[in-house]
Nanobody, 125 residues
């Protein structure tokens, strides 16, 4: 079973940047499409970004497009989310997820088979 561990969250001022990492436990990481989701207090989990198994295809939520960049390094079994120009409304717990055996990135949480524990991102105004 794939284990995912997020890191890189923290407290940052509006306009600042953070880089999240998601480390995967299995060699099959390179065969899985991956995604980032987030959940703010009192809100449902929402899609942020996703990337194909090869890294050649990416998709983003409209709210983060142009500010966030998803990437992956299959040699290191790690996925990243570079977050720039952060806003207070980006405050949430961020989760990485793996879509086992899928080549292409998807937006729906129910497509993903494995989830990390999450990392808190707090953006102060």
């Amino acid at each position: 079973q794939e284990q995912l561990v997020e890191s890189g969250g923290g407290l940052v001022q509006a306009g600042g940047s953070l880089r999240l990492s998601c480390a995967a436990s299995e060699r099959s990481f390179g065969s899985n499409a991956m995604g980032w989701f987030r959940q703010a207090p009192g809100k449902e989990r929402e899609f942020v970004a996703a990337i194909s198994w090869s890294g050649s295809s990416t998709i983003y939520a409209d709210s983060v497009k142009g500010r966030f960049t998803i990437s992956r390094d299959n040699a290191k079994n790690t996925m990243y989310l570079q977050m720039n120009s952060l806003k207070p409304e980006d405050t949430a717990v961020y989760y990485c997820a793996a879509d086992r055996g899928a080549a292409y990135p998807l937006r729906r949480a129910y497509n993903y088979d494995y989830w990390g524990q999450g990392t808190q991102v707090t953006v102060s105004s």
